[in-house]
């Protein structure tokens, strides 16, 4: 059996998964920074039985046409956007993604985000590297504060609620929005559940952490911005799509909001001439959310658990829900 990886991954982890399992090999697209060709994946398709893909794959109908002997694909990610579900239902591919292991990881850094772009870490950091730093001054880089603050968190999932749990260590009000009402965590943290003009209008931060579907696509538009405090600061540590990058930028510009952290963008990789990058009140960072060494190590091992369950005939251990 043939396990195929649209991205090398360290050697290691993979003997140390799968060396005593017999008859099965695993082969990788050869380059770690640079993501495989679409013709390359049509090509491989054909002859893998498991698929470990990256989110910026597209598994759509025509690959999972082509995967004749495909039976499982194990997306590297929580997130599964990059799969067409439907297909994959129709050609009897398990799709498979990462939740859990990445949850506290991701929350960590979102919250760090919040903080970045609240307390100006990225001017801070440019004002010494270019050499601005003549005296100390009673509003030099003055931001905003975090404790005590209202954070609103559109997608109160599992990384939501770790989100939630360290903005509570802040002390701050906790207010969500989600599809489903959280009872158990309305009482444990507390959190409000309000509505998503609320959570504009009451937010001094407002995170997003959604998954992006049909329902959360364009979400935080113009007239989400218009009635956000124009102190507050959008933090979106989700996916890019679920704001809209031109509304945002006119919010940012013309003072409607103070400010955004962004881990995620519309149609990533984004460059340095993105018009975001070059507000000074953006913190832009490249996707990194679940980025630690232990947790991306844990996502591999568990990618490599479900392909191996399916093919061993199996029930997998994370299959996405539909
Ligand atoms: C990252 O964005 C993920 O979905 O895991
Ligand atoms: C700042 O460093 C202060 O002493 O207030």
Not at 8 to 26: A, F, R, T, Y
Not at 121 to 140: C, H, M, R, T, V
Not at 184 to 211: C, G, H, I, M, W
Request: include cysteine.
């Amino acid at each position: 059996m043939r396990i195929y990886s649209t991205r090398k991954l360290p050697e290691k982890h993979i003997q140390s998964i799968i060396h005593n399992i017999d008859g099965v090999e695993v082969e990788m697209w050869p380059y770690e920074d640079k993501p495989i060709s679409r013709e390359e994946l049509v090509k491989q398709v054909e002859h893998a039985d498991g698929l470990i893909t990256m989110l910026s794959d597209s598994i759509d109908e025509e690959i999972l046409a082509k995967g004749t002997k495909l039976k499982v694909v194990a997306n590297l990610a929580v997130g599964f956007d990059n799969i067409n579900l439907e297909a994959a239902r129709k050609h009897q591919v398990v799709v498979c993604n990462t939740p859990d292991v990445l949850t506290e990881t991701t929350a960590d850094l979102t919250f760090g985000l919040l903080m970045a772009t609240a307390r100006r870490f990225g001017e801070a950091i440019s004002y010494i590297k270019n050499d601005q730093w003549n005296s100390w001054s009673p509003y030099l880089l003055a931001g905003q504060d975090i404790h005590h603050k209202t954070i609103g968190i559109f997608g109160m999932g599992a990384i939501g609620e770790a989100v939630a749990r360290r903005a509570r260590g802040f002390s701050m009000n906790v207010l969500y929005h989600n599809r489903t009402r959280k009872e158990e965590a309305e009482k444990s943290l507390p959190a409000q559940y309000v509505s998503l003009n609320d959570l504009a209008e009451q937010s001094d931060f407002v995170v997003s952490l959604a998954p992006l579907t049909n329902d959360t696509k364009n979400t935080f538009n113009k007239e989400f911005f218009q009635k956000m405090k124009s102190t507050a600061i959008f933090v979106n540590a989700g996916r890019g799509p679920v704001m809209n990058e031109a509304d945002l930028y006119d919010a940012l510009t013309t003072g409607k909001i103070a400010g955004a952290g962004l881990d995620v963008f519309e149609k990533e990789p984004i460059g340095a001439n993105h018009p975001l990058v070059g507000l000074p009140n953006v913190v832009a960072i490249p996707h990194i959310g679940s980025a630690s060494i232990e947790t991306r190590t844990a996502m591999i091992q568990l990618c490599f658990e479900n392909v191996l369950q399916v093919l061993q005939g199996k029930e997998a251990k994370t299959p996405v829900k539909r």
